[in-house]
């Protein structure tokens, strides 16, 4: 907790956060919306059943569940990133992406989900660690040898699949074998995605290197429109994705310990201190201003450091949700 809001305090250009510069839920009437569908973090509202409307809010979620409080230009944060990435991947795999009108917003193909996300780990971190430290040594079909240790580096990036969660449920593990069994994703497809994955990955560990940091783990998603396969949702935000950073990474692990990271992580280290994990029963902490403010200055950090540029927020000042409906408005009608 003290670690968490001494950081709000250490980027002094940006030490004023704007706690009510919220957008936490929308209720747009989008002409020929055909659905809607809000998730833990987003809003999506299909058009023609054609095109979808990713409206990217400032909520937040740990161990899948949505935390009391928004953070301040998170959701601008996440959907710059993505959108960064989405474009400089293109050429990779094909990904559902058209235009992103709002810095909140990316306007995309409507395309049916697969039901499994693909995360690709390049370091025993997280998760994974904490299954490997109570004895596991086969995670999701992929064996992990003995001896390893918090944050070590895997001989080569591991495909660790997950199913995707219904309205409230957990993600949970599984393998690629039990994938293709249960038919969940047909052989050909599969091969494609673990192929994709990797290449991201790696494009994504490139650009990271470049900015002084190490793309530790991230998940991928992927959909289709009739045969054909794209990547969808976001891309190595911190909401999906890990980052280390890499000048202190060997020093740190040496000494066996803790690395200094931008990710969600830090989020749900915070709740485990307060004795959440999402599990029955349990209560979520409050969140005090300070703490919103430290995850913010967090996101932001990340945003500087994964692009190389100062943020700079592109809302207008008390009149996000109208913006947001008149450039959605606008740029559907340009479809």
Request: aromatic share 10%; charged share 25%.
């Amino acid at each position: 907790m003290e670690q968490l809001c001494q950081r709000a305090y250490k980027f002094l250009q940006h030490s004023i956060i704007d706690l009510m510069k919220q957008i936490t839920e929308t209720n747009f009437t989008f002409p020929k919306c055909t659905n809607f569908y809000r998730g833990k973090v987003r809003d999506l509202y299909t058009i023609e059943d054609q095109f979808v409307v990713m409206v990217t809010t400032d909520r937040i979620s740990a161990f899948d569940v949505v935390l009391e409080k928004g953070i301040p230009y998170k959701g601008e944060v996440l959907n710059r990133i993505a959108s960064l990435f989405l474009d400089a991947t293109a050429n990779i795999v094909p990904n559902w992406k058209i235009s992103t009108p709002h810095p909140m917003v990316t306007i995309g193909y409507n395309c049916t989900p697969l039901p499994i996300e693909i995360i690709v780990r390049g370091y025993l971190t997280g998760s994974s660690y904490r299954s490997y430290r109570g004895g596991a040594r086969d995670i999701c079909g992929v064996a992990i040898p003995n001896g390893m240790r918090e944050h070590q580096k895997f001989e080569k990036p591991i495909i660790t699949p997950t199913t995707k969660a219904e309205i409230g449920g957990h993600d949970t593990d599984i393998s690629k074998e039990e994938i293709l069994s249960k038919g969940l994703v047909g052989e050909s497809d599969y091969n494609q995605i673990e192929e994709w994955a990797l290449a991201l990955f790696k494009k994504g560990s490139a650009m990271a290197k470049e900015r002084g940091l190490i793309l530790v783990d991230t998940k991928y998603e992927f959909g289709k429109i009739g045969d054909k396969l794209y990547l969808i949702d976001e891309i190595h935000t911190p909401d999906s994705s890990r980052y280390f950073y890499a000048d202190t990474y060997q020093e740190l692990f040496d000494r066996g310990e803790p690395q200094r990271q931008l990710s969600k992580e830090f989020v749900r280290e915070w709740l485990m201190d307060q004795g959440f994990q999402g599990r029955e029963g349990d209560s979520l902490p409050p969140m005090g201003d300070r703490v919103i403010e430290s995850i913010s200055q967090r996101y932001i950090e990340l945003f500087e450091k994964i692009t190389a540029l100062p943020f700079k927020s592109e809302l207008s000042s008390g009149q996000e949700l109208k913006e947001i409906e008149q450039k959605v408005i606008e740029a559907l009608s340009q479809l």
